[in-house]
């Protein structure tokens, strides 16, 4: 029974030994952070009080800028009177169809098939 208690207050003693560390360590940690700060502070303080202030030159002549700007110019759009004729389209190639959606900026699909692409021509007619 001897034993038992000595184990336990052997235990017990590591354990106030060991809080007392961690307690001393994040005592030390506190006390590092708050040194750090201030020195940032200080340093930062300092930094602000040798800033020279900047002179403003006087504006010299005003010089014209040129003007790098691409001009735009209008396109004319085509205007189509009345619906496709349906015949005509479904004998056209893929490739004719889709030279047709390009030419009216309707986007499509690189590897739509000749149906989707008629389905497309019909629905913005």
Known sequence: MQFTYVTIVVLASMMFVLSGMVGYLYWQQTKLLQHVQSLALALATHVENTRVPEVEAEPEEEEVEEDDRVSVTKETVEV?????????????????????????????????SKTTLLELLKATA
């Open 80 to 112: 189509v009177e009345g619906p496709p004729d349906v015949d005509d389209i479904q004998s056209k190639t893929a490739p004719q169809l889709r030279e047709l959606l390009t030419a009216k900026g309707i986007p499509f699909g690189k590897r739509d």
